[in-house]
Antibody, heavy 122, light 110 residues
C-alpha cells in the first residue's frame, strides 16, 4: 500500500524550532518529487515547500523562506521539514504529499499523509 | 503571490450539477495547463480528483470534470450526491516547482 506517515508535530513557543518527518512506503521514494502543504485551523491549503527526487532543487513559499528547510533521505524513504524561528501564524496541520509523476514534476499531488499538527504558542 | 480566487460556497440538490470557478492570472492558471483540483472531507487529507485541467486519476468518478478558459479554471460536479459534500481546492503551478492553492469552496448538498 502506498503510504505517507508524518510525525514530529507538537506545541512549541514562538521563536522555537521543530523538525517534521514523513515516512514513505509502498513506492520507490527516490523516483518522486515531494512536497509539504499546510492548513491552518479552519483555513485553506497552503503550499509550503518542494524538493526534487535527488534533492537537486528545493523551493519555498515566501512565508517560510529563510526559516524552513526541506530535505530528504532516499535511503530511508523519508522526507523532512526543519522549521526554525516559528511564529504563531505557522500553526497548522502539515501534510507531506507526493508529486503524481515519476521522474518528472507534474505539479499535482496524488498521495497525502494524514498530517501532523504544529501549534506555536506561548 | 495571493491565493487563487474561488467562491466560498456553492450548493445544489441531489442530481443537479454545480460548477466551481478558480480565477488566477496569466502567471499561473492562464499560463499553462497544470491546474489540479482536490476534494477534502473534514478531518481528512485532501484527495486529488483532477489534474492537468481535465484529467481524472484512476478511480475518480466521471461525475467530476475540469475545464479552463483564459485565467479561470472550473470544476463541475454532475449528478450531485450526498457523498460529494466537501471542500474543494484548486491549485496551479506558478514557476520553478512552486504551487499555489485557491481559498477553497464548500459544496453543500441540499
Amino acid at each position: 500500500e502506498v503510504q505517507l506517515v508524518e510525525s514530529g508535530g507538537g506545541l512549541v513557543k514562538p521563536g522555537g524550532s521543530l523538525r517534521l518527518s514523513c515516512a514513505a512506503s509502498g513506492f520507490i521514494f527516490n523516483d518522486y518529487n515531494m512536497n509539504w502543504v499546510r492548513q491552518a485551523p479552519g483555513k485553506g491549503l497552503e503550499w509550503v515547500s518542494s524538493i526534487t527526487s535527488r534533492s537537486t532543487y528545493t523551493r519555498y513559499a515566501d512565508s517560510v523562506t529563510g526559516r524552513f528547510t526541506i530535505s530528504r533521505d532516499n535511503d530511508k524513504s523519508s522526507l523532512f521539514l526543519q522549521m526554525n524561528s516559528l511564529r504563531a501564524e505557522d500553526t497548522a496541520v502539515y501534510y507531506c504529499a507526493r508529486d503524481r509523476k515519476r521522474a518528472a514534476p507534474s505539479y499535482s499531488l496524488d498521495v497525502w499523509g494524514q498530517g501532523t499538527t504544529v501549534t506555536v504558542s506561548s | 503571490q495571493s491565493a487563487l480566487t474561488q467562491p466560498a460556497s456553492v450548493s445544489g440538490s441531489p442530481g443537479q450539477s454545480v460548477t466551481i470557478s478558480c480565477t488566477g492570472t496569466s502567471n499561473d492558471v492562464g499560463g499553462h495547463d497544470y491546474v489540479s483540483w482536490y476534494q477534502q472531507i473534514p478531518g481528512k487529507a485532501p484527495k486529488l480528483i483532477i489534474f492537468d485541467v481535465t484529467k481524472r486519476p484512476s478511480g475518480v468518478s466521471n461525475r467530476f470534470s475540469g475545464s479552463k478558459s483564459d485565467i479561470t479554471a472550473s470544476l463541475t460536479i454532475s449528478g450531485l450526491q450526498a457523498e460529494d459534500e466537501a471542500t474543494y481546492y484548486c491549485s496551479s503551478y506558478i514557476r520553478s516547482n512552486t504551487l499555489i492553492f485557491g481559498g477553497g469552496t464548500k459544496v453543500t448538498v441540499l
